[in-house]
């Protein structure tokens, strides 16, 4: 009698490591249907041209070429930790947080952004502008500038009153994807 209720226990130990498997499977596949995920991006910000262009020209200077103003637009939209960083200063919550207007965020991006332009840096002047864009004085003026249109293209986790609405996600580009057509090589 003893020997065969061990037998027993021994063929159910013998099967168990068989059916670990499965009961891991099965739990892993019940478990992974209850994680839902937030989303990780955020759309493209919604503009019409016509306020893109308003925002454009009464911003930086006349002579602003279309390569400059992608730059500024896309170096802003793939830049959105740093926006929330930059708009976080400029709205205090704890006692003794002192409000920023231009944050040190917004000023190191500005300079990387002058860096990169390089000569064609002085389009971002106003015709009526004279600021020398290697002093701080220079630099800020720019980094306003940035800091308007930022705000204007939605590109802040602040609502117009001031009120926190969300972090900023990375921006889709989705929508931006070129159109690729497949032809001959021209020798003309």
Known sequence: MYSSWLLSCMMVFSWLPQFWFFIWVFLWCNLSSLVSAAPTQQMFPK???????????????????????????????????????????????????????????????TESLLDQLGKKKKTLLCD?????????????????????????????PYNSDGDYTGKLLPVSMEKLKPLHVICPMSFV
């Open 47 to 109: 503009i019409t041209f016509k306020a893109f262009n308003r925002v454009i020209e009464s911003n930086f200077g006349s002579n602003i070429s279309l390569a400059t103003v992608l730059v500024i637009l896309l170096s802003l939209v793939e830049n959105t930790d740093l926006l929330n960083l930059h708009f976080r200063q400029q709205h205090p919550e704890y006692q003794g947080e002192n409000k920023v207007a231009l944050s040190g965020w917004i000023i190191a991006f």
């Open 128 to 156: 009526y502008e004279s600021e020398d864009l290697s002093t701080k004085e220079g630099i800020k003026c720019i980094a306003n500038k940035l800091d308007i249109v930022a705000t204007k293209l939605d590109l802040t």
